[in-house]
């Protein structure tokens, strides 16, 4: 029986392992070990070769479950613990945990979007289009449907300009790739506080007793907090150079 996490220490290591199944579910490799996630593989790009579980995951133990002859790879130092430097890592940037209780929707938003929850796997090509403005690669693959991870897309007419995505692990569930874009792909602010509106409500109805985590850096950091989060501490990406 998972426990729902409450105190900062149990919500932001909740929120490492919430998103360390969400890059296992991602990558459709790697393996869990006490202190973190690793796959021996490179993972999609965009996504870590490990995720640390524990503030006393070690060096020796990343480097151990993880594959640095091949270019690209990276590891989620979620407590800001690690000193990679010595094995050829880099900070490529810093960020904090985030948290909103449980059952909390978000205040109304006003947006021009409509919103809905993905149900067919020949979507999630469009999704992925609209979230990184590239043509999709098949990262986010049909498996991610049926596991029960919802994708939520804000619609300008037929083309989805907004989105989010809601995964559950670790007793609580994990808000990521949020994202808004105006008719030129510019970042728009209320778009975007309509995106986190659009997925704090998507949690609270479908699991209304699970906090809600995630992690942001910079503007999207502050479009966070307007939404109601709550900062629980930093964490490192670390890229092999």
């Known amino acids: 029986m998972t ?26 490799s790697g393996h869990f070990r006490d202190s973190l996630w690793c796959s021996p593989h490179r993972t999609p790009p965009l996504y870590p070769d490990a995720v640390t579980l524990t503030p006393g995951a070690t060096a020796a133990e990343v480097l151990a479950g993880v594959d640095t002859a091949v270019p ?36 109304p938003a006003g947006s021009r979007l409509d919103w809905d ?7 999630l090509a469009a999704w992925e ?5 590239a043509d999709s690669t098949g990262l986010f693959h049909e498996g991610l449907l049926r596991e029960g991870i919802l994708f939520l897309a804000g619609r300008d007419g037929s083309r989805i300009t907004a989105g989010a995505v809601l995964s559950t692990g670790g007793g609580v569930v ?7 874009h105006d008719a030129h792909d510019a970042h728009d602010d209320a778009d ?8 704090l409500d998507a949690a609270a109805r479908h ?14 950091l502050d479009t966070a907090v307007r939404a109601g989060f709550t900062p629980l501490g930093p964490l490192r990406i670390w890229l092999h150079t």
Not at 129 to 133: E, I, K, P, S, Y
Not at 174 to 180: E, K, P, R, T
């Open 117 to 123: 929850e993905l149900e067919a796997p020949g979507e």
């Open 207 to 220: 699991w209304p007793q699970l906090p809600v985590v995630g992690y942001e850096h910079g503007e999207d």
């Open 129 to 133: 289009t609209a979230w990184d403005g």
């Open 3 to 28: 426990i729902t996490p409450t105190t900062p220490e149990q919500l932001r290591a909740a929120a490492a392992r919430n998103n360390a199944e969400w890059c296992s579910a991602v990558s459709r």
């Open 174 to 180: 994990g808000v990521s790739n949020v994202f808004a």
């Open 72 to 107: 690209g790879c990276s590891v989620k130092d979620s407590f800001a613990a690690l000193d990679l430097a010595p094995a050829g890592f880099e900070v490529l940037f810093e960020a904090q945990w985030i948290h909103r209780p449980a059952g909390m929707a978000a205040a």
């Open 192 to 199: 975007a506080d309509a995106a986190w509106a659009a997925a």
